[in-house]
């Protein structure tokens, strides 16, 4: 299994600040990688897969990089509906899921 | 519009049994693998299991053996059969669609609540 490991847990932002999210496989998943947001009640929703490439309708503010085992989340100018975990998934095998970064206003 | 609503959620013992529905609209349900991913109150992601086209099935460790992934492309539903219940399977389940040939996950159900407790 490929352990997925998230840091930091809780990031403190303020609106209009950049916020970067950090994403490690423990082994490499040559790029299959993707991103989900989920705020209080609701699923989660797709945000970018294939490590950057932005799923239909979401911002460009949110940016996706990285490759081998280290990734990132960029949120470039946070909104206040931008407050919300976010999960990375690795689907080079089996999907896993890091445990998860909130993202709160500071 | 893609849209996945699960039902069947609810209270069961330890040791109990419970199945999911999940029906699929507004995409080509025999085209997609499919997925139930699960998350317990107040934690993480945790995957369970897919199915694909070819109704070839995967389990998560924690759940094989007691847990059956179906589908009936017909009724464009996708089920899940949960056995053996404890109370470690206590959670949100989420039927998901899997895009393409990859686990990329989208979208997502709604979520029914499955509580094991006596």
């Known amino acids: 299994e490929i352990v997925m490991t998230q840091s930091p847990a809780t990031l403190s932002v303020s609106p209009g600040e950049r916020a970067t999210l950090s994403c490690r496989a423990s082994q490499s998943v040559n790029g299959a990688l993707a991103w989900y947001q989920q705020k209080p009640g609701q699923a989660p929703r797709l945000l970018i897969s294939a490590a950057s490439t932005r799923a239909t309708g979401v911002p460009a503010r949110f940016s996706g990089g990285g490759s081998g085992t280290e990734f990132t989340l960029t949120i470039s100018s946070l909104q206040s509906e931008d407050f919300a975990v976010y999960y990375c998934?690795?689907?080079?095998?089996?999907?896993?899921f890091g445990q998860g970064t909130k993202v709160e206003i500071k | 519009e893609l849209q996945l609503v699960e039902s069947g959620g609810g209270l069961v013992q330890p040791g109990g049994s419970l199945r999911l529905s999940c029906a699929a609209s507004g995409f080509t349900f025999s085209n997609d693998n499919m997925h139930w991913v699960r998350q317990g109150i107040g934690k993480g992601l945790e995957w369970v299991s897919v199915i694909d086209t070819a109704g070839g099935t995967v389990y998560a460790d924690s759940v094989k053996g007691r847990f059956t992934i179906s589908r009936e492309n017909d009724k464009n539903a996708l089920y899940l059969q949960m056995n053996s219940l404890r109370g470690g399977d206590t959670a949100v389940y989420y039927c998901?669609?899997?895009?393409?040939?990859?686990?990329?996950?989208?979208?997502w159900g709604q979520g029914t609540l499955v509580t094991v407790s006596s």
């Open positions: 998934q690795q689907y080079h095998h089996w999907p896993t």
């Open positions: 998901v669609r899997g895009v393409g040939r990859a686990s990329v996950l989208d979208p």
